[in-house]
């Protein structure tokens, strides 16, 4: 039977269930237990790794406020949303004696590069946006809060059947956007006119639209993220020919910083995550954030507090270690902000969100649930 742990105000916890900590729970530690965020802090994709980092330093404050039994410290790796820097980064968090879960990683290829590391330290790990199909069933010490691209995917062929019957697609080579375009392509194989790949870091797009105005595309679908995907998109609206093609593409394009590097060649693109909006089912946390951080919310802000939340549930309920921890994340079901989550088997969430969204006058507008 799950374990059921609800949300409740500061005031609430501050009296609710005290911790009966052994003298020898932190023997090693010598300190208070450490919550990481593995994700990016600066380079290209630092936007989304700041306020997932955000998230969590959110949720953190929050429990500490409460004055519990055992408070939690904050720590962050900076990967850079590289998988080739995620695995030493990784091992220098098994090694903190103190370390008793990951919030991250932030991006697929990252997370899959470091999951060995993290099992091989018992390091119990919540995603809150690698959506990559691979990493259900990596690891018993995996979970996400999010649904993965076997979701996503045929949600995006959908939009891109309903609105375009020559889909041209590219991906930028990442475990993320090529997994994510081939399940799109198998979802909608009878209007694919065509195919190309990139790498990140790609600046020049030019080959890549002549490609799509020979096949005459009238829909484009990108597998990767927003800094290329500005790049594309703006690169198709400068041409003639490709003006007026439609854009379609997942949550790693789905960003604040997408419509700031593209400016006006965003508005009208098609765009999926299984984020929820915040601003809708959590706009007295997306205010108290903004009142925080004073910047904007980010697309998985909440997904980020609310994987740090999980964890400071099992810490509040006694679990400081991370074998106990992890344990625990399997039979618990916990009532956070804008969803309940419970993990299966394969460290995917059992209850399952996507949406879709699109850039009107240069703001993310949720359009509607896809599920």
Known sequence: MKKIISIVSASALAVGLTVAVTPSAFAACGGNPVIYFQGA????YQETGINEANGVILAIDKYNATNPAVKVDYK???????GT????????????????????????????????????GKVPVISPSATNPALSNKSAY??????????????????ALRVSKRLFIVDDATPYGNGLAKIV??????????????????????SVV????AKKATAVFYGGYYPEAAIFIKALRDNPATKNVKFIAGDGVLDGEFIKLAKKNAEGAY???????????????EKEYK????????????????????FLQGIKAGKTTRESLNTWLADATVKAVGQTISFSSTGDPFKLYMNEYTIKNGKMVWVGSLL
Do not use: W
């Open 291 to 310: 009142k925080k951080f004073k910047r904007e919310v980010g697309l998985y802000t909440l997904e980020a507090y609310n994987a740090a939340y999980v």
């Open 85 to 120: 820097q995620s695995p030493a980064l990784a091992k220098k968090v098994v090694d903190d004696e103190c370390a008793i879960g990951v919030v991250g990683g932030m991006y697929s290829g990252e997370t899959i590069n470091a999951m060995p590391i993290y099992e091989g």
């Open 271 to 285: 765009l999926t995550a299984p984020g929820q909006p915040m601003a809708k089912v959590a706009p007295a946390l």
């Open 185 to 206: 392509a198998s979802n909608a194989p009878k209007i694919v006119v065509g195919s190309d790949k990139v790498t990140e870091g790609t600046t020049n797009f030019t």
């Open 41 to 44: 802090q600066t380079g290209a």
């Open 142 to 159: 995996f979970h996400r809060v999010v649904a993965n691209d076997f979701v996503q995917g045929p949600e995006l062929a959908k939009i």
């Open 210 to 213: 002549a490609k799509v105005k």
């Open 76 to 82: 962050v790796i900076d990967t850079q949303a590289s």
